[in-house]
């Protein structure tokens, strides 16, 4: 009884060993993604875009659809000639899975540049610059309590983010620079403005966001705090498939375009400095 009982255990070890490795290797395979690049999307007509719904990219007013990334999308329509087809997605991984499934060509939102991006996708000339920045609330409208101005002070405290926020990695790093544990919550539901009111109502107390987007929401509640920094500058693009480089290079080409005019810096100062 005793020797079936050790060859059991055996069996258990070598079933363990083998999903362990099967696992590790289904993880160290590169990503699948579909083959389609500008020749195919000319000959369909239609370029496939995905951005965020939010008051600063994508939003309806009244009868209206507005936002800094939809009205950039809509200049990239006129410059390329093709049909923008618009899919909103929250969630920036779940917008990355699509991106590799074909089920979008180019994701239009914030992406900061990083290694670990730059792995798999390729990425447009950066179209503006940003960072990541702690929102808190003031000393005055968090009960005389003083906000954090030291990152070596974020040790055991809990900061959130949108699912899916490039932030995380810089926060994972932050942790080794200050030698402390620094808790993170990925809100699957909201963006970086529903978190933003939500520090400024009290619900949570930190929340990491893009600082363009924090100066606009400071402006509607100038109970926040903005001013610790979380990352250093970092480029914003957009990106497309490790297999469409005919797509980015033509991207380049109109967003250079776009860029170069009037409209665009109106629609900057309307979406992220206008009061």
């Known amino acids: 009884?005793?020797?079936?009982?050790?060859?059991?255990?055996?069996?258990?070890?070598?079933?363990?060993?083998?999903?362990?490795?099967?696992?590790?290797?289904?993880?160290?395979?590169?990503?699948?993604?579909?083959?389609?690049?500008?020749?195919?999307?000319?000959?369909?007509?239609?370029?496939?875009?995905?951005?965020?719904?939010?008051?600063?990219?994508?939003?309806?007013?009244?009868?209206?659809?507005?936002g800094f990334q939809y009205e950039l999308c809509q200049a990239i329509a006129k410059v390329s000639g093709l049909e923008i087809q618009l899919n909103l997605e929250m969630n920036l991984q779940k917008s990355f899975q699509d991106l590799e499934s074909g089920k979008c060509d180019v994701i239009a939102r914030n992406i900061p540049i990083t290694s670990e991006n730059k792995e798999h996708y390729l990425f447009t000339d950066p179209i503006w610059f940003d960072k990541q920045v702690l929102?808190?609330?003031?000393?005055?409208?968090?009960?005389?309590?003083?906000?954090?101005?030291?990152?070596?002070?974020?040790?055991?405290?809990?900061?959130?983010?949108?699912?899916?926020?490039?932030?995380?990695?810089?926060?994972?790093?932050?942790?080794?620079?200050?030698?402390?544990?620094?808790?993170?919550?990925?809100?699957?539901?909201?963006?970086?403005?529903q978190l933003i009111i939500m520090v400024a109502k009290g619900d949570i107390d930190f929340a990491v966001c893009d600082q363009q987007i924090a100066e606009k929401m400071k402006k509607r509640f100038p109970e926040i705090d903005i001013s610790t920094d979380i990352s250093f500058t970092q480029l914003q693009s957009w990106a497309v498939r490790k297999g469409s480089p005919i797509l980015l290079d033509s991207l380049n080409s109109w967003l250079k375009r776009v860029k170069t005019g009037d409209d665009f810096k109106k629609t900057f100062q309307n979406h992220y400095k206008k009061k």
């Open 1 to 66: 009884m005793k020797k079936w009982k050790k060859i059991l255990w055996v069996y258990i070890v070598l079933l363990a060993l083998a999903i362990v490795t099967m696992y590790s290797l289904r993880k160290s395979q590169p990503r699948r993604q579909v083959v389609r690049d500008l020749p195919e999307i000319e000959k369909e007509g239609i370029l496939r875009m995905t951005t965020e719904y939010s008051p600063t990219s994508y939003y309806i007013e009244g009868d209206s659809v507005l």
């Open 135 to 193: 929102v808190q609330r003031t000393e005055k409208a968090n009960g005389g309590i003083k906000p954090i101005h030291n990152q070596l002070l974020l040790g055991s405290k809990t900061l959130y983010l949108p699912k899916g926020s490039p932030a995380l990695l810089r926060i994972q790093n932050l942790e080794q620079e200050i030698g402390d544990t620094i808790y993170t919550y990925e809100d699957e539901l909201y963006s970086d403005e």
